[in-house]
């Protein structure tokens, strides 16, 4: 299912990016929905406002929405005073993660405003060309006021589309087959639907998110809001980055970190776990670069989990964008599992839920082919009252059911904690 992009698409709209003093970025959010957002420590980017927006679902999503992507950039106006990735044209992404039944979604925003090393600006789209405020304007355009954050005062936790009994037995069920050779890695995830009594302000999440979970992207479109500490891929001209993460401890009472970090380094799980996820990014990239390094693994330390993380550098050979590399890579071994297909085909069974846009690619690209796609992990698909958080676990031959529920539970402690709040 293809949707066609806004009509006013097909006109010539005008582009417009001039720098501004740094007011912040995620305070900037005037709405508790439709917010969009890739930021990290204070830098990236938000939007608001929709200029355009393109749908898609099934295994040609990657290509379609380049294809969209590039049509849509190439009929636009574009004074870019600012000549940085993430400044013109950019659309926020969050791609499913299934083929099927999936969906798929680029914004374009009306107003984006950045931060990219320590230089601000904001970026208009839509418009006339030419019609946009000049430098000397101060009030952002498209924002008449930023509404106030809300906080629920309350929330409760239900059983999702697959509860942890549930998902307990399906791990059993794959480590089973595991051991019987039919697949050497799989990730299995369940879901947890928290309700509050009042609708879910995006900003008051993604806040807590960046309060607490520094070093994390924290990310929302479309009502997909999460923190994620893992990039499938950043391209910055002809360099891209990826952080790859697999293999998982968590804080226990009376176990000092380093002791846990250094078990998590000597553990032959996890390291196997993260040997198939960043030999399964690499295969996929190499044939894309000329020079390809990989870093790790080292120990990341998050508050809620520590994982094993690996850090790989490449520089392309030729001009693929970072959505056709992104359908190379995806889904890596850190959310699918080795080898791939057998992988994905054990997940559809034994989940038997839609994981939506959980685990899929979510960031932005820009008019360059340039941008950002992390891993859509701790995160909510967030609705009204409701948010559905998801979380997943690694699994090879020797994983234990019971630690890897308490492991996914883990995972869910970053929007369990912002959506509750201080
Ligand atoms: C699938 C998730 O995490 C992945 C990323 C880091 C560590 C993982 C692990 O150790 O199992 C997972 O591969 C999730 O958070 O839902």
Redesign the pocket.
Known sequence: MTTAPASRARHRLGVHSRRVADAGLLGRLPAPTGALAWVRDGAGLVGWGEAARFEVSGPDRFAAADRWWREFTAALEVRDEVGVPGSGPVAFVSLAFADRPGHSVLVVPEVVAGVRDGEAWVTTIGGRPGAHGGPRDTALPGVTEVRPVRRPSSVRYTDGRFPVPAYREAVRAAVARMRAGELAKV?L?HDVLAVADSPIDERFVLEGLARRYQGCWVYAVDGLVGATP?LLLRRSGAVVDSRV????TWPRAGVPDDDLAAALLASGKDLA?HEY?VRSLTDALRPFCAAMSVDGPSVLRLPNVS?LSSDVVGTLSGTPSLLRLGEALHPTA??GGTPRAAAVAVIEELEGMDRGRY?GPVGWVDGNGDGELGVA??CARVEGRTARL?????LVADSDPDAEVR?AHA?TQPLREALEGP
């Open positions: 990730v995830a893992e993460l697999a293999g998982t776990e996820a994982h850190a959310v685990a992990l701790r998801f979380a997943g676990c690694g492991e995972k």
